[in-house]
């Protein structure tokens, strides 16, 4: 067991420094919940794709380097630790992507993986609906047979970035099958946002500002083209990426290292070091992060061994979820008076980036599939305890 | 003895219940937040005319008290109804500027503390102990500032040390009241100084500065003085909407006697923190029953979410410190009108509790509400934003808590 990386990883990680210091704006963009803010992080998607930053996993062939999860740890931390935007696309490269590699054809994946690396098409992911949340299953919208197609119909909701994203992709009630678990029948769609009969009306999230927004579908029109799967066998495909929602890919260790070097800096800055209660929690929030960064570091090597993932990425998602919560905490704690200024005060420190994170750490339990689920996740397919009501 | 509001108090307490809840809040909280008052305003006037905003100003002056166990009572009404406006402000006010009369300087409360009681004037302050801003000044008649420091500058009082809790009131210097050995002050300064990214501004001024004061032991602390604001500068919107935030302009000095606002300000940063924890414990409680009525409707799976134990347990958990953290605020309340010389320790106490609860509330509200809990245009928001901006208001949760040990000190 060792640590070591190789030369070539070594080299990786310098190369990635180096392009990040180089390029990474002086000037942060301005909040991604804004049409103005959308645009300076798709321009950045742009800059990172021109040089094969954007994915890195992916294969060469649609815009990425073939690198392993271990080298894509490696880019997080330089990544985060340069300061380095928010990515706008997350959606699509984390969630989507992995769907179009395990499930997709290759006519889709050549069509719409190098629009998604540089940032020219952004998507949304649009499975959630009014009485569907937790029972993801039970949703209502329909998917409806049309020649050369489908049309989609009803509402979805909690919609990240829908507000300016330019598609999305859900899942849809095609085939009615009474008798049979509901989340039989689902096919999983992808549909412009600005396409007919799709209606976007934008949601401010705690701080007022867009972060999501509903889709009401009226008779949309989907070519079979753009049905990812078998229609009917939708469900798979959205579980098999669900891990990937949940775990490492989505919020790094990479992004808790850099924000709790940050914190530690914070407190050394401001805070009586002898009010230990504080130093506790600031200490508290190092080691988790040191834990995070180590427990990817097993993960990638486990999966390089031929392991499999299961279902530990709920894992991975309530600590990485608490930690960023005791994390921004923390930080507005250690602020006094000023922790209760909205991030768009004149005076908010650091620009709101401490109110502006905690705002967003407070919605971590709960999406991606909430912490009471993931704990029921754990207890019963990783504890095998049998199983509740639920 | 009996521990327990009485007939009158739960009376006065069921009244503000039914005005507020008619009077239909988030919509006054939502103006309030864009500076439009009208709305609550024609609130404050209806708090006039009940009896709330004399609760703290003695008959002499307009008022009916100091009531503090009525001003639990009605405290945690404007909080369980997230009522807009310097509520907590204008009972420090009165207790300032009622202090400072019984010091023999009544002029001030003379001047302001009728008009106050009668809803025609608005009153706002900011004191050592707490930040550097007067909530709403924008829309009170008297922004009163009491500033440690020779020139009344922000950040021109090292020391930080209003008060020595002698007067009985939580001055929000909890580290210095223990006392830590003035010799790591030093290092506290040296590598800790409280200053805000930014401006140079002190921000916590209580810890960062107090001890090497101390230290420097020949140079006295430095005066506590009074002054009435000339203006203020911009609104910060706090995380709260209904908290709008200005730093004041200094105008003229109140010229009194130093001693005499020295200990006022400490009394009146006791009162600011009683009526905060009041306040906040509305603010938890009305998170647990919005919840509650939530989880009872919403269905997934089949049921009502209420019915899962990992639901229940949460609610549960909030519901028990509630009914801890309530105790505490009367007791404050108790001990305040004895004009206890534990009174400090009771306020503390009660203020970091019920702030704590409120904010662990929020966070289960949110939490047992899903995504809807998370958007501004559903009303949960502005209990959520309260709770979070309630937790640093006035002092530190470790102040509070420093202070709160005194409560076993012989
Ligand atoms: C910031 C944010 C961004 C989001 N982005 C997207 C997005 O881009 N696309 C998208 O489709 N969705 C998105 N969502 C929605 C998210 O997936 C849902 O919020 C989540 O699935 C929970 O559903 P719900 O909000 O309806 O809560 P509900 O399912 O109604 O849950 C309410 C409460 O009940 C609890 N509960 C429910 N069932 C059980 C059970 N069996 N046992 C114990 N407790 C239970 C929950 O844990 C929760 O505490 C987002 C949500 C947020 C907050």
């Given at each position: 067991m060792d640590l070591d990386l190789t030369p070539e990883q070594e080299d990786f990680r310098a190369e990635a420094r180096a392009w990040l210091a180089a390029?990474?704006?002086?000037?942060p963009p301005r909040s991604l919940e804004t049409r103005e803010g959308f645009a300076e992080h798709r321009a950045w998607e742009r800059t990172l794709a021109a040089d094969r930053?954007?994915?890195?996993?992916?294969?060469?062939?649609?815009?990425?380097?073939?690198?392993?999860l271990l080298e894509w740890l490696l880019f997080e931390e330089e990544y985060h630790a340069a300061g380095a935007p928010a990515r706008v696309s997350q959606n699509g490269v984390c969630l989507l992507a992995p769907a179009l590699f395990a499930h997709g054809t290759e006519e889709q994946r050549a069509r719409l993986l190098p629009p998604m690396a540089s940032g020219a098409t952004v998507w949304a992911q649009a499975w959630s609906e009014p009485e569907a949340?937790?029972?993801?299953?039970?949703?209502r919208s329909v998917a409806v047979r049309e020649r050369g197609g489908w049309l989609l119909r009803g509402q979805k909701t909690w919609s990240s970035r829908a507000a300016f994203a330019d598609r999305a992709f859900g899942l849809f009630r095609?085939?009615?099958?009474?008798?049979?678990?509901?989340?039989?029948g689902l096919t999983y769609a992808m549909f412009p946002?600005?396409?007919?009969g799709v209606t976007v009306r934008p949601l401010g999230r705690l701080d007022g500002r867009p972060a999501f927004a509903e889709i009401f579908l009226d008779d949309v029109f989907v070519p079979?083209?753009?049905?990812?799967?078998e229609p009917g066998r939708g469900w798979r495909v959205a579980m098999s990426t669900a891990g990937d929602e949940r775990g490492l890919t989505l919020r790094s260790p990479g992004r808790f290292l850099a924000a709790a070097r940050r914190l530690v800096a914070l407190w050394r800055a401001t805070?009586?070091?002898?009010?230990t209660a504080l130093c506790d929690r600031v200490a508290d929030v190092a080691v988790r992060a040191r834990a995070y960064q180590l427990y990817g570091y097993g993960v990638a090597a486990r999966l390089e061994a031929g392991g499999t993932l299961g279902s530990e990425p709920s894992m991975s998602k309530l600590f990485w979820s608490e930690l960023d919560l005791a994390l921004h905490g923390t930080a507005l704690d250690l602020l006094?008076?000023?922790?209760?200024?909205?991030?768009?005060?004149?005076?908010?420190?650091?620009?709101g980036r401490w109110a502006d994170g905690y705002t967003f750490a407070l919605a971590g339990p709960l999406y991606a599939g909430t912490n009471e689920i993931q704990r029921d996740i754990v207890a019963e397919r990783?504890?095998?305890?049998p199983r509740g009501m639920r | 003895m009996r521990f327990l509001p009485d007939a009158e108090q739960n009376a006065f307490a069921h009244s503000l219940d039914r005005m507020l809840a008619a009077a239909g809040t988030p919509g006054a909280v939502r103006a309030w937040a864009r500076g439009e008052h009208g709305p609550g305003l024609a609130l404050w006037r209806r708090l006039a005319e009940a009896g709330v905003l004399g609760l703290a100003v003695p008959e002499a002056y307009g008022?009916?008290?100091?009531?503090p166990v009525e001003l639990a009572v009605a405290y945690e009404r404007l909080g369980r109804h997230a009522v807009p406006g310097p509520v907590v402000e204008t009972a420090a006010v009165a207790a300032l500027l009622s202090h400072l009369a019984a010091a023999g300087e009544p002029g001030p409360a003379e001047e302001w503390l009728p008009g106050v009681c009668a809803g025609g004037t608005r009153v706002t302050l900011t004191l050592p102990?707490?930040?550097?801003y007067a909530l709403d000044a924008d829309v009170c008649d008297g922004v009163f500032v009491v500033r440690e420091g020779m020139?009344?500058?922000?950040?021109?009082?090292?020391?930080?040390?209003?008060?020595?809790g002698a007067s009985g009131a939580?001055?929000?210097t909890g580290r210095t009241h223990l006392g830590g050995a003035p010799g790591d002050g030093a290092r506290t300064e040296g590598t800790h100084a409280g200053v805000r990214p930014?401006?140079?501004?002190?921000?916590?001024?209580t810890r960062a500065g107090a001890a090497p004061v101390r230290e420097r032991a020949?140079?006295?602390?430095p005066p506590v003085r009074l002054f009435l604001a000339g203006g203020h500068g911009p609104v910060q919107s706090s995380v709260d909407p209904a908290r709008r935030l200005a730093r004041p302009v200094l105008g003229e000095e109140v010229p009194l006697p130093e001693s005499a606002v020295r200990a006022a300000a400490a009394h009146a940063a006791g009162w600011a923190a009683f009526a905060c924890a009041a306040q906040a414990l509305g603010v938890g409680s009305a998170l647990l029953e919005r919840t509650v009525a939530y989880v009872r409707t919403r269905t997934q799976f089949g049921s009502p979410?209420?019915?899962?134990q990992a639901v229940k347990h949460r609610l549960a958990d909030t519901r028990t410190a509630l009914e801890f953290a309530r105790p505490l605020v009367h007791g404050a309340a108790v001990a305040l009108a004895a004009g206890a010389p534990g009174a400090a320790a009771e306020v503390a106490a009660a203020k970091a509790t019920a702030c704590d609860v409120a904010y662990a509330a929020a966070r289960t509200a949110l939490q047992l509400h899903?995504?809807?809990?998370?958007?501004?245009?559903?009303?949960?928001s502005l209990w959520i934003g309260k709770a979070r901006a309630l937790?640093?208001?006035?002092?530190?949760p470790a102040d509070f808590r420093a202070l709160a040990l005194h409560l076993f000190f012989e």
């Amino acid at each position: 067991m060792d640590l070591d990386l190789t030369p070539e990883q070594e080299d990786f990680r310098a190369e990635a420094r180096a392009w990040l210091a180089a390029h990474v704006p002086e000037v942060p963009p301005r909040s991604l919940e804004t049409r103005e803010g959308f645009a300076e992080h798709r321009a950045w998607e742009r800059t990172l794709a021109a040089d094969r930053w954007s994915a890195v996993t992916w294969p060469e062939e649609y815009g990425g380097r073939g690198r392993s999860l271990l080298e894509w740890l490696l880019f997080e931390e330089e990544y985060h630790a340069a300061g380095a935007p928010a990515r706008v696309s997350q959606n699509g490269v984390c969630l989507l992507a992995p769907a179009l590699f395990a499930h997709g054809t290759e006519e889709q994946r050549a069509r719409l993986l190098p629009p998604m690396a540089s940032g020219a098409t952004v998507w949304a992911q649009a499975w959630s609906e009014p009485e569907a949340g937790s029972d993801l299953a039970s949703l209502r919208s329909v998917a409806v047979r049309e020649r050369g197609g489908w049309l989609l119909r009803g509402q979805k909701t909690w919609s990240s970035r829908a507000a300016f994203a330019d598609r999305a992709f859900g899942l849809f009630r095609s085939h009615a099958d009474p008798g049979r678990p509901p989340h039989h029948g689902l096919t999983y769609a992808m549909f412009p946002l600005d396409a007919p009969g799709v209606t976007v009306r934008p949601l401010g999230r705690l701080d007022g500002r867009p972060a999501f927004a509903e889709i009401f579908l009226d008779d949309v029109f989907v070519p079979d083209a753009d049905v990812l799967g078998e229609p009917g066998r939708g469900w798979r495909v959205a579980m098999s990426t669900a891990g990937d929602e949940r775990g490492l890919t989505l919020r790094s260790p990479g992004r808790f290292l850099a924000a709790a070097r940050r914190l530690v800096a914070l407190w050394r800055a401001t805070a009586d070091p002898d009010d230990t209660a504080l130093c506790d929690r600031v200490a508290d929030v190092a080691v988790r992060a040191r834990a995070y960064q180590l427990y990817g570091y097993g993960v990638a090597a486990r999966l390089e061994a031929g392991g499999t993932l299961g279902s530990e990425p709920s894992m991975s998602k309530l600590f990485w979820s608490e930690l960023d919560l005791a994390l921004h905490g923390t930080a507005l704690d250690l602020l006094g008076p000023y922790g209760e200024l909205a991030g768009t005060a004149a005076d908010a420190p650091e620009g709101g980036r401490w109110a502006d994170g905690y705002t967003f750490a407070l919605a971590g339990p709960l999406y991606a599939g909430t912490n009471e689920i993931q704990r029921d996740i754990v207890a019963e397919r990783v504890l095998g305890l049998p199983r509740g009501m639920r | 003895m009996r521990f327990l509001p009485d007939a009158e108090q739960n009376a006065f307490a069921h009244s503000l219940d039914r005005m507020l809840a008619a009077a239909g809040t988030p919509g006054a909280v939502r103006a309030w937040a864009r500076g439009e008052h009208g709305p609550g305003l024609a609130l404050w006037r209806r708090l006039a005319e009940a009896g709330v905003l004399g609760l703290a100003v003695p008959e002499a002056y307009g008022g009916v008290g100091p009531l503090p166990v009525e001003l639990a009572v009605a405290y945690e009404r404007l909080g369980r109804h997230a009522v807009p406006g310097p509520v907590v402000e204008t009972a420090a006010v009165a207790a300032l500027l009622s202090h400072l009369a019984a010091a023999g300087e009544p002029g001030p409360a003379e001047e302001w503390l009728p008009g106050v009681c009668a809803g025609g004037t608005r009153v706002t302050l900011t004191l050592p102990a707490g930040g550097p801003y007067a909530l709403d000044a924008d829309v009170c008649d008297g922004v009163f500032v009491v500033r440690e420091g020779m020139t009344g500058e922000e950040g021109d009082g090292a020391a930080g040390v209003p008060g020595d809790g002698a007067s009985g009131a939580a001055s929000g210097t909890g580290r210095t009241h223990l006392g830590g050995a003035p010799g790591d002050g030093a290092r506290t300064e040296g590598t800790h100084a409280g200053v805000r990214p930014g401006d140079g501004t002190r921000m916590d001024r209580t810890r960062a500065g107090a001890a090497p004061v101390r230290e420097r032991a020949p140079l006295a602390a430095p005066p506590v003085r009074l002054f009435l604001a000339g203006g203020h500068g911009p609104v910060q919107s706090s995380v709260d909407p209904a908290r709008r935030l200005a730093r004041p302009v200094l105008g003229e000095e109140v010229p009194l006697p130093e001693s005499a606002v020295r200990a006022a300000a400490a009394h009146a940063a006791g009162w600011a923190a009683f009526a905060c924890a009041a306040q906040a414990l509305g603010v938890g409680s009305a998170l647990l029953e919005r919840t509650v009525a939530y989880v009872r409707t919403r269905t997934q799976f089949g049921s009502p979410v209420g019915a899962f134990q990992a639901v229940k347990h949460r609610l549960a958990d909030t519901r028990t410190a509630l009914e801890f953290a309530r105790p505490l605020v009367h007791g404050a309340a108790v001990a305040l009108a004895a004009g206890a010389p534990g009174a400090a320790a009771e306020v503390a106490a009660a203020k970091a509790t019920a702030c704590d609860v409120a904010y662990a509330a929020a966070r289960t509200a949110l939490q047992l509400h899903g995504a809807i809990g998370y958007t501004a245009e559903y009303d949960l928001s502005l209990w959520i934003g309260k709770a979070r901006a309630l937790r640093s208001a006035w002092g530190s949760p470790a102040d509070f808590r420093a202070l709160a040990l005194h409560l076993f000190f012989e």
